[in-house]
């Protein structure tokens, strides 16, 4: 039997990447986990989330996959390590990807990042950064309210307009040319950030890097499916309905019988 | 030894509830719990929130609680029928003083109810509504964006008054004269849904009527303390300086010595 790649991610912002990975990977089954019990995890503590992060794991592995893509930002940023200390099977973040991505970019050297709480606060990205490139100057904010606000459906209009003035102000102030989207729900959000920050800043969004990548590791374990129908199954841990109903604005097209599961 | 009152919220929000139980109750010593782990109820699906609930009590039973006090909107309208049912000890949520106090204050018979997606899809304040005064009209909206607004402090300024305007639309339009506020984070909004509102409108805020409640219980069960000093405990399932940091904004005094337990 074909194994399919186990993607998992709090809640729908892993859809974003699990778009990409179907784009670039389409004879690969994809086995999607949300975990929506307990969504959001940008607020939560590193130790919560790496325990939530193993836990949903143990779901995918279950459902034996051959590869696990920790498609949500505060997930990767503070589990990676852990996760590639202890398990066998591949197992892909966000942050890398979108690091590199960004490095890449630049021209002026000064890079902005925006993500959850969690994810500033770990400064992963930083790290990464400084590794493929110390001299670039690097500007971070949390931006909390761009979950909800692409959550509910506040996609444009000038009350996101506003908040994203204020969250994006110390960027403009650092003159940076790169921004990462540091959180898997703010490709959503592009139109107004691209408004604020003006056309010339290169908005990265790291779900292509990370689909580029799975594909690199697939194709040396001599893992990728390279014709062939796929299957694409969606789980998660509460509130099918509210998945569901919300699955389309991520995914880019609708998800049917999403299935809840009580393995959290 | 004193036994405690319990208090239990999905977070913060409980903490103006526990405001008033310490203003009108004074002797009484209080053990609050605050799910932060799984922050917030407002959008899981009834299951998950009677679950969380009641794994929420195991641990306020562990601490010898005296009564719970359930101060949480979402999980007062999801789970209390299921815990009066099974549970020995006294408990009170935030659901029947709210509606009692709105019927009691309406001029018009036409009642307002703002609340999580949660409280409003399961219509508890319409069922105690209607028992009270079947003749009341009812007009009842979810506002999602309220908890990450008070949360976040994004309590006045244009961008809470627009997002207001958008959500009290109807309440306006139904020419409400009362308004419950249905989730413990609300009263933190209050000045911007007045000034949406109008002076002329009542707004209900069940915490007042909810110490009432406990002390009236409390006396009948001769389990009422009259003298002495007391003490406040907080306990959390996760992020206790998160906890800290936003509870003098809920409680009106700063929390010291919050415990992370792993109870859930």
Known sequence: MKKAIGVFDSGVGGLTVTRELIAQL?????????DTARVPYGI?????????T?????????????????????ASSCALPVLKKNFRV????????????AVYATRNKRIGVIGTKGTIKNRTYETEIKQ???????????CPLFVPFAEEGWLTGSVV??????YLAPLRAAKVDTVILGCTHYPLLKPVIRKVLGKE??????????????????????LLNKRGSSTHRFYVSDNPEWFSGLAERFLGR?????????SV
């Open 201 to 222: 800043v290169t908005l990265v969004d790291s779900a292509k890097q990370v689909a580029i990548e799975v594909k690199k590791i697939l194709a040396h374990e001599g």
């Open 26 to 34: 389409p004879h690969e089954d994809i086995v999607y986990f949300g």
């Open 161 to 166: 307009e506003e908040v994203a003035r204020t």
């Open 44 to 52: 939560k503590s590193k130790e919560t989330v790496i325990r939530f």
């Open 54 to 74: 193993i836990e949903n794991i143990l779901f995918l592995l279950k459902q034996d996959v051959k590869l696990i893509c920790v498609a949500c930002n505060t």
């Open 132 to 142: 493929l490139d110390p001299k670039v100057k690097i500007t971070a904010v949390a």
């Open 254 to 262: 609708p998800v049917r019988n999403t299935k809840k599961v009580n």
């Open 90 to 101: 591949p197992v892909v973040g966000v942050i890398s990807p979108g690091a590199r991505e």
